[in-house]
């Protein structure tokens, strides 16, 4: 009997070591921790939990962005535990709740800008231009296609860390199938509990600016984080909006006689008979004011202006932050050397020889003269560019770019163009006078389902 009193009091043991974690036993939700952020935190300890994993594999700035990305989905579990046990509260209200997120996003986007020269810069970017997904938060009445279009942002620099390492290091694949794999699993996870918005409890007292969450993360984890500001808050309550509309629909009910209590306006009450009244300073109206967009608070201590570079690290011409340059030129190049020209304006840049891949990020108004690429040329996150090649390039890569004018040289026609989301795009063919004939690239298409699969094809409007 001993024996078995003794094997039932190791069997409760376990059972209660294995109920310390949140949401493991079956009352967790007696202790208030709603089903959904039950999921969320499944979702942390799932495909978040592979990613901050193989960032610390990775180490370096990979790891230190994981570590930021964490601090924000803690700030988002933060704020659904407070969605769970409040209402609603006005916008005003929600705003200052979603300040910590929104925060963390900025943080995130700044570490890439910080580090424009890391070896890893294009896992940066990858996080960089996603992570505003974490505001899905204020996203109504679409979180999911919200989130999906920051995840679309992303593919463009992780497709490339796949395609350099691919054959190379396992462990840089895998970090890129588990980074995509939150998102992925976050629009599984909002389709189920918030398919069009945050959902907030029924019950409990209003969120207040001041609501926190009872700290309750798994394997414990800490909080801040990521969102943009929700749209400005309402004037009036709900119960206020529907009296007035119930006013309005009975006037118009009142058919022609909703005109008999207007006044009579005679010729000399009208200034377009009467000038003079226009000269008079009458009452200002005091109606609403249009909706315009807040403006962003001006920062008291502007960050310096970054200093102009051309320099040569490693194998990679680095080309920033040039203004009204008009004569730089690289002539010393090699076939394994990369150039990156970014944030340059009103610049012309001429590149000699032979190199194997050219990007122009973020720059305007800027012309690019070279000779040959063996690799690709990529135009990112530019307006008003010029490129021209003078021997052979295979193919050039455009987007996100409005404006970009592409002339190709005669031993350079059979060069693939490749864009997207982009506008204003030209590509200039050398006639036999030596002169170029303009062809416009397309923006506009037109998708039709054949019975099989969709089918896409170039629209041309008539004018």
């Not at 209660?16 to 952020?37: H, I, L, S």
């Not at 924000?72 to 209402?87: D, I, K, N, P, T």
């Not at 679309?152 to 895998?174: C, G, H, S, W």
Request: glycine share 8%.
């Amino acid at each position: 009997m001993e024996r078995l009193v003794e094997r039932l009091e190791k069997a409760v043991e376990r059972l209660e070591t294995v109920c310390q974690g949140p949401g493991m036993c079956g009352d967790a939700p007696a202790k208030g921790v709603a089903q959904y952020v039950q999921a969320f935190d499944a979702l942390l300890a799932g495909p978040v939990a592979e990613y901050t994993k193989i960032s610390r594999e990775v180490g370096g700035d990979v790891q230190k962005h994981a570590e930021m990305v964490h601090e924000g989905l803690m700030s988002e579990r933060a704020l659904l535990v407070v969605a769970s046990q409040h209402q609603q509260p006005a916008e005003n209200v929600f705003s200052e709740l979603l300040k910590p997120i929104s925060e963390q996003i900025q943080a995130v986007q700044n570490f890439r800008e910080k580090n424009r020269g890391s070896k890893l810069f294009n896992h940066l970017s990858a996080v960089s231009e996603s992570i505003p997904a974490l505001g899905w938060v204020a996203m109504a009445p679409k979180p999911g296609p919200y989130v999906k279009e920051m995840t679309d942002a992303a593919m463009f620099y992780t497709n490339r860390i796949l395609k350099e390492y691919k054959d190379v290091d396992k462990k840089q694949v895998d970090w890129v199938k588990a980074y995509l794999s939150i998102w992925t699993e976050l629009q599984a996870y909002i389709k189920e509990y918030h398919t069009t918005g945050l959902t907030w409890s029924k019950a409990g007292p209003v969120a207040t600016a001041g609501a926190k969450a009872p700290p309750a993360p798994p394997a414990g984890l800490a909080p801040p984080p990521p969102g943009p500001p929700p749209p400005p808050a309402p004037g009036s309550s709900s119960t206020d909006d529907s009296a007035s509309r119930s006013a309005l629909f009975a006037q118009i009910n009142r058919g022609e006689g909703i005109t008999s209590g207007l006044r009579h306006v005679s010729d000399d009450m009208k200034t377009h008979k009467n000038p003079a009244l226009k000269n008079q300073g009458g009452p200002v109206r005091s109606g609403p004011k249009p909706f315009t967009a807040p403006k962003p608070a001006c920062n008291a201590n502007p960050s310096p202006k970054a200093p102009p570079l051309l320099e040569l690290e490693g194998k990679k011409w680095r080309v920033e932050n040039q203004e009204n340059a008009t004569n730089l030129v690289i002539s010393d190049t090699e076939l394994k050397q990369v150039a990156y020209v970014f944030k340059c304006t009103n610049s012309t840049l001429q590149i000699k020889g032979k190199i194997n891949s050219i990007t122009l990020d973020n720059c305007k108004k800027l012309g690019l003269v070279f000779d040959d690429v063996v690799g690709i040329v990529e135009i990112i996150n530019s307006r008003d560019v010029k490129v021209q090649v003078m021997g052979k390039v295979p193919t050039i890569s455009i987007n996100k770019t409005d404006g970009c004018h592409v002339y190709l040289s005669k031993s350079s026609l059979d060069c693939e163009i490749v864009s997207a989301k982009s506008s204003e795009m030209n590509v200039l063919i050398p006639t036999e006078g030596g002169d170029f004939t303009e062809f416009p690239v397309p923006e506009q298409f037109k998708t039709v389902w054949n019975g099989q699969k969709l089918v896409t094809t170039v629209t041309e409007i008539a004018g």
